[in-house]
């Protein structure tokens, strides 16, 4: 099963790009992965937050197949430990969908639609973190899960 990290617009740091594409090399060593960066929405200073959330949601939709498995990360979805995130996973890789995407919303989040057609809502913590940081937040998670499911010495339980 192939697994896709999409997130709205570039990110603006470059340590960060450096950070993702870091764990990117790393998970291509367990399965397909790649980031898919929909673009920003034009002129979106000038709209607001539910026209903009909207328009994110339509860009976004447009690129899901109705076999694809719609994880949405978002601070109100489920909480996981690390070891019990890996478990979910696994799940997640024994099911029947071609790919698993995961997507990362703009900064104002999701629109109705987008929860709507979502087939999971993962949290990765309660705090509310940047649009841009949650890309290497996950990406590390992801990695730790993987790592997990091998018995790989990365995760260290205390």
Do not use: C
Request: aromatic share 12%; net charge positive.
């Amino acid at each position: 099963m192939k697994i896709e990290l999409w997130q709205i617009g570039k990110t603006a740091f470059a340590y960060l790009d450096e950070g993702t594409k870091i764990y990117e090399t790393r998970l291509n060593r367990y399965l397909p992965f790649q980031q898919e960066t929909i673009p920003d929405v034009k002129n979106a200073k000038n709209l607001s937050p539910e026209t903009l959330k909207a328009k994110e949601g339509e860009a976004a939709l447009a690129r899901l197949k109705d076999d694809d498995y719609l994880v949405l990360l978002d601070e109100r979805g489920r909480h996981f430990t690390s070891v019990e995130w890996a478990k979910q996973l696994e799940r997640e890789l024994m099911g029947t969908h071609r790919k698993i995407v995961f997507l990362i919303g703009g900064a104002y989040g999701f629109s109705p639609e987008v929860y709507k057609r979502a087939n999971f809502q993962l949290a990765l913590s309660k705090m509310t973190f940047s649009h841009q940081m949650i890309r290497l937040f996950f990406l590390e998670q992801l990695y730790r899960a993987m790592t997990i499911l091998r018995n790989e010495p990365y995760h260290n339980e205390g």
